[in-house]
């Protein structure tokens, strides 16, 4: 029977939780933005012997300005980053193509990838991508030309290829994840500089493990370097191929059981990077990337993503009993080890969502807080001159009404005295005036 997997659709995503958040904050900073541009606009304005602001008041508001432009341009650019480690043709390349439903990197023999290959939404609806060694776009609208492309640079093995892809059809590059693929750990003798130039700002690391196998020291001893550097990384593993197991099926739960307790002692008592082995069995899957990318083909090109449909086409030209093997063979288990992709799927946009949002937007929170801490100061601080100053003011002009007021009662005082005196004297000269005549 054919099984119907929806991809999660943008709303239910935990990756919305970035999207958001992103959105949030920049336009918090767009207001921000505003405030310091009428602030400063304003404080120009005073009159330049006003007193009230000092030369440097206005530069650390003026330099605020330019900080909350360069924060802007960063948050514009910020996404969450996932890298893929693990050995050569443990299925790197493949996990990525599952993830992103379509075969893009190139995979298998002959496709090892020997530098580091970021695949990020293009904003033009074109594809194409930008080596570290120049600015040019080269267009690629294949893999076989993504492919010829990697082949012909002579680029070393820490170098960065940045591929961007339309996101019409990949939900993660739609959302803002990139991921980026790295060359086999088991070649590299660069795996310091790997770090410094491409682990730094991960969000999320997932090692591509085969499950035919058990994790190697050169898998640990990487990852130990990586959790030197950063603190408690997000790690993921997930066992691939592990579609090999369904032709062992008697094996099945002990492979899965030895793994699973090795893994696990790795990520809680050796890496550390778990607090309980509950939380690191949260972290390990046991999947089948190939499958996954195969059945996901299937589905976008309205094909039954469960193959047993499609050897029925064969019905015609195939013997039924050589239908009935195959279609055992790649059916076994199947459902499971999809859901159990899926399974990863969701648990690492969760974590990586989570992550970014705390490591991306933490500090830029804290940086706009300060700014407009800042900015804020500058103007109570004008604001209490401004008051000062009018207080000022108030008092010297009631003095001089006082003053006025003084002065006009002394002069009526005046005025009648005088106005008595010079009635006194005319009384007086009249009277000596009659007396003499
Ligand atoms: P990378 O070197 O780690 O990037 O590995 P690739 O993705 O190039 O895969 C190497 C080979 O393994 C390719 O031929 C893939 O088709 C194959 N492969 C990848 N994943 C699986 C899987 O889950 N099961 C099986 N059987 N083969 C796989």
Request: net charge neutral; aromatic share 8%.
């Amino acid at each position: 029977s054919s099984l119907s997997i929806s991809p999660t659709t943008a709303l239910q995503s935990p990756l919305q939780i970035f999207v958001r958040a992103k959105k949030r904050i920049n336009d918090i900073y767009g207001e921000v933005e505003l405030y310091i541009a009428d602030s400063c606009k304003f404080l120009l304005s005073l009159p330049k012997d006003s007193d009230l602001i000092t030369k440097d008041e206005l530069v650390v508001v003026d330099s605020h300005g330019e900080k909350v432009k360069g924060i802007r341009e960063v948050l514009s650019r910020d996404h969450m980053k996932v890298a893929f480690f693990g050995r050569t043709s443990n299925g790197k390349s493949t996990v990525i193509n599952s993830m992103l439903r379509e075969r893009i990197l190139p995979s298998g023999i002959g496709h090892t990838t020997n530098c580091f290959i970021q695949v990020g939404g293009s904003e033009n609806g074109e594809s194409y991508l930008i080596s570290e060694d120049s600015t040019d776009k080269k267009n690629v609208n294949s893999v076989s030309q993504l492919a010829h492309s990697l082949c012909t640079g002579s680029l070393g093995d820490s170098a960065l290829v940045r591929v961007y892809w339309p996101t019409d059809k990949c939900p993660l590059l739609r959302d803002d994840v990139v991921l980026v693929d790295s060359p086999g750990i088991d070649v590299s003798p660069n795996l310091d500089s790997w770090i410094d130039r491409h682990c730094l700002d991960a969000d999320v690391f997932v090692l591509v493990a085969n499950s035919e196998s058990t994790l190697m020291l050169t898998e640990k001893n990487f990852f130990f370097k990586v959790s030197s550097r950063l603190s408690k990384p997000n790690v993921f593993v997930l066992n691939n191929r592990w579609d090999a197991s369904a032709s062992e099926p008697e094996f099945l739960e002990e492979v899965r059981r030895q793994h699973l307790l090795r893994t696990v002692d790795f990520l809680v008592d050796e890496l550390k990077v778990c607090a309980t082995r509950s939380e690191a069995e949260q972290r390990v899957f046991f999947v089948s990337a190939k499958e996954v990318l195969q059945a996901r083909i299937n589905e976008f090109k309205g094909l039954p993503i469960n193959s047993r449909l499609n050897l029925n086409q064969l019905w015609d030209t195939v013997s039924p009993k050589i239908i009935d093997i195959l279609a055992g063979m790649i059916a076994d288990g199947f459902h499971g080890r999809y859901f159990e992709f899926q399974d990863f799927e969701r648990k690492f946009e969760e974590c990586i969502s989570k992550s970014a949002v705390r490591t991306k937007f933490d500090q830029h929170t804290k940086r706009g807080k300060a700014i407009v801490g800042d900015t804020r100061n500058v103007m109570e601080v004008l604001l209490e001159r401004a008051s000062v100053k009018r207080t000022t003011k108030c008092q010297s002009r009631r003095e001089v009404l006082d003053h006025l007021d003084f002065t006009e009662k002394q002069l009526q005082l005046v005025t009648v005295e005088m106005k008595d005196k010079i009635c006194k004297m005319v009384e007086e000269v009249e009277h000596k005036v009659s007396k003499a005549l």
